[in-house]
C-alpha cells in the first residue's frame, strides 16, 4: 500500500485526533491535581531569611539565658546600693530559765548563753520567765569610698551582661542566617548532582546505541557506568549535607512544621550584595566582642579600686532601745506567777562603733596585688581582641572580595565547559576522540556547574561573616530582602 494513499491519510488523521485528545484529557488531570497543591502552596508561604532570623532573635534560649544573667547583673547592682542605707534590727524573747551566776571571764564563742546580774551565790534548778525586746540601728556615715567602689563593680558587671546579650544574640542571628543559607547551598549542590546523574545516563544511552550498533568498544559504556556510579555517590553526600543543613536551622525555629514550608531563594540565587560596605571604616571598639571585653577590664578595676578601700577604719553609727525582764532577785528569791513575762525595765544607749584590722594588712595586699595582675591580664586581652578583630574584618574582606570575583566567572566557567562537553561528544560520535575526552569534558560540567549554583550564595555568606564581625546584621538583612 502506498504511503499516500487515502487509507493511510484517514488513518494518521483519526490517529492524531486520538493522541491529541489524550494529552488534552491528559494535562486536564495533571492540572486537577495540582490545584490542590497550589492551593496548599498559597496557604503556606515560602520561609525567608528574615523569619528564620526574626524567629531565632525571640524564641532561641541562649538568648533567653543571656537576657536573665543581664537582669542578675541589674539586680546586684541595687542589692550593692542597700549598703548605703541604716541597717535596723529587732529582737523578741520569752525563756524559763534558771537564774545561776558564776563570776569570771569567757573567751567569746557562740556556744553557752550569757547572763547578766550579780553572783547570788546559788546553784539550784529552780528556774523563773524572763523576757527581752529592742531595736538596734546601725548606720555606716562614712567607709573612704569602699561602698561606691562595690557599686561600681557592680555596674561593670552589668555592663558586661548587656554586652554578653549583645553579642550572644549576634551569634544566634549570624548562625541562623548561616543554617538558611547553607541549607540553600546544600539543595543547589542536590539539584546540580541530580543534574549529573541525570546527564551521565543520557550519555549511557548514546554510547549503549553506538556500542550496540559495534561503532564503539563496550569498554566505552562500562566507563560511563562507572561515572554514573559516582555521581550517584555524589548525590547521596548532597542529600545527606541537605538533611543535616535542616537539621541545623530547625533548632532556630519555633515551629518544627516551618521547616517544610519552602525556602525563599529566588533573590539570594539571582543576585550578590553590592559593595558599598566592603570599604566602610571598621571600629572595633563598637562591636560586642569589644564592648563585653572592656567591661571585664572597668570590673576588675573596680574591684582592686574595693580592695585598696578595704584596709581603712570601719565606722558604725549605732542606737539601741531595749527593755529587760526578770523574775528574779538580785537577793536570790524568784517570783511567781507571770512576773518576767514582760519587759519592765528599759534603757537605751548610742555611740559610734570603730573597728581597725590591723593585721589584715598582709591579706590585703596579696588580694591587691592579685587582682592587679588580674587587672593587667584583662587589658592586654582587650588588645589582643582588638587585633584579632581587625584581623578577622581583614579575612571577611577579602574572602567577600574574592567570592563576588567567583560568581562573575562561574557562568562563564560553566558555559564553556557545556560548549565543550558539546564537542567533545560530537568528536567521539565521529570517532575523532576517546571516550576519556567525553568523561573529562562531562566532569567538567558537572564541577562547573556546581560551582556556579553555590557562587552568589557564597557572597552572601561572606557578607553575612563581614557583618557579624562588625556587630551589625541590618545591612545583611536590608540586602536579602
Not at 495540582?34 to 523569619?51: C, E, G, K
Not at 576588675?300 to 584596709?311: I, K, N, P, Q, Y
Not at 538580785?330 to 562603733?353: D, E, F, I, K, W
Request: net charge negative; no cysteine.
Amino acid at each position: 500500500m502506498k504511503a499516500n494513499s487515502p487509507l493511510i491519510r484517514d488513518f494518521r488523521q483519526i490517529r492524531g485526533i486520538g493522541i491529541g485528545s489524550f494529552l488534552v484529557a491528559s494535562a486536564s488531570a495533571v492540572v486537577l491535581a495540582q490545584s490542590p497543591v497550589a492551593a496548599t502552596s498559597a496557604a503556606a508561604p515560602d520561609l525567608t531569611i528574615a523569619q528564620v532570623v526574626q524567629d531565632a532573635q525571640q524564641n532561641y534560649p541562649a538568648i533567653h539565658v543571656s537576657e536573665q544573667e543581664l537582669n542578675a547583673a541589674a539586680a546586684n547592682i541595687r542589692l550593692a546600693r542597700t549598703s548605703y542605707l541604716p541597717r535596723l534590727d529587732g529582737i523578741v524573747e520569752v525563756n524559763r530559765a534558771t537564774r545561776n551566776n558564776v563570776f569570771g571571764t569567757l573567751l567569746p564563742q557562740s556556744i553557752l548563753p550569757s547572763m547578766s546580774g550579780p553572783v547570788i551565790g546559788t546553784n539550784d534548778a529552780g528556774s523563773v520567765w524572763g523576757s527581752a525586746t529592742g531595736l538596734l540601728v546601725n548606720w555606716q556615715p562614712f567607709d573612704f569610698g569602699l561602698r561606691h567602689a562595690k557599686v561600681e563593680s557592680a555596674a561593670a558587671a552589668r555592663d558586661r551582661a548587656n554586652a554578653n546579650v549583645q553579642r550572644s544574640q549576634l551569634e544566634v542571628l549570624s548562625a541562623a542566617a548561616d543554617a538558611f543559607l547553607t541549607v540553600l547551598a546544600a539543595g543547589q549542590a542536590q539539584n546540580a548532582a541530580q543534574v549529573a546523574v541525570e546527564n551521565w545516563e543520557t550519555l549511557r544511552k548514546s554510547i549503549d546505541a553506538l556500542t550496540t550498533s559495534e561503532l564503539r568498544p563496550g569498554a566505552d559504556e562500562s566507563r560511563i557506568e562507572a561515572e554514573k556510579a559516582a555521581a550517584n555517590t555524589q548525590l547521596a553526600l548532597a542529600t545527606e549535607a541537605v538533611e543535616i543543613g535542616q537539621a541545623t536551622l530547625s533548632k532556630f525555629l519555633s515551629k518544627p512544621d516551618d521547616l517544610a514550608r519552602p525556602l525563599n531563594s529566588s533573590h539570594l540565587l539571582g543576585e550578590v550584595p553590592l559593595g558599598a560596605e566592603d570599604d566602610a571604616a571598621f571600629h572595633p571598639e563598637n562591636t560586642p566582642t569589644m564592648l563585653e571585653q572592656h567591661a571585664v577590664v572597668s570590673q576588675s578595676a573596680s574591684e582592686l579600686h574595693a580592695t585598696d578601700r578595704s584596709w581603712v577604719p570601719q565606722f558604725n553609727l549605732e542606737a539601741a532601745g531595749y527593755g529587760r525582764g526578770s523574775g528574779a532577785e538580785t537577793s536570790g528569791q524568784r517570783l511567781g506567777g507571770a512576773n518576767g513575762l514582760a519587759p519592765t525595765v528599759g534603757n537605751y544607749a548610742v555611740g559610734l562603733h570603730i573597728t581597725f584590722g590591723f593585721l589584715d594588712f598582709a591579706n590585703i595586699h596579696a588580694r591587691e596585688a592579685s587582682q592587679a595582675a588580674t587587672l593587667k591580664a584583662e587589658q592586654s586581652r582587650e588588645t589582643l581582641v582588638g587585633r584579632q578583630l581587625q584581623e578577622q574584618f581583614a579575612q571577611a574582606r577579602a574572602a567577600l572580595r574574592a567570592t563576588r570575583s567567583i560568581a562573575k566567572n562561574t557562568p562563564i566557567q560553566a558555559a564553556a565547559a557545556r560548549t565543550a562537553l558539546a564537542q567533545a561528544t560530537a568528536r567521539y560520535k565521529a570517532g575523532l576522540t576517546s571516550i576519556d575526552d567525553v568523561a573529562q569534558a562531562q566532569r567538567l560540567v558537572v564541577q562547573a556547574e556546581m560551582d556556579d549554583s553555590i557562587a552568589r550564595l557564597n557572597v552572601w555568606r561572606a557578607f553575612l561573616q563581614l557583618q557579624s564581625i562588625r556587630g551589625d546584621l541590618q545591612p545583611f538583612l536590608q540586602a536579602a530582602q
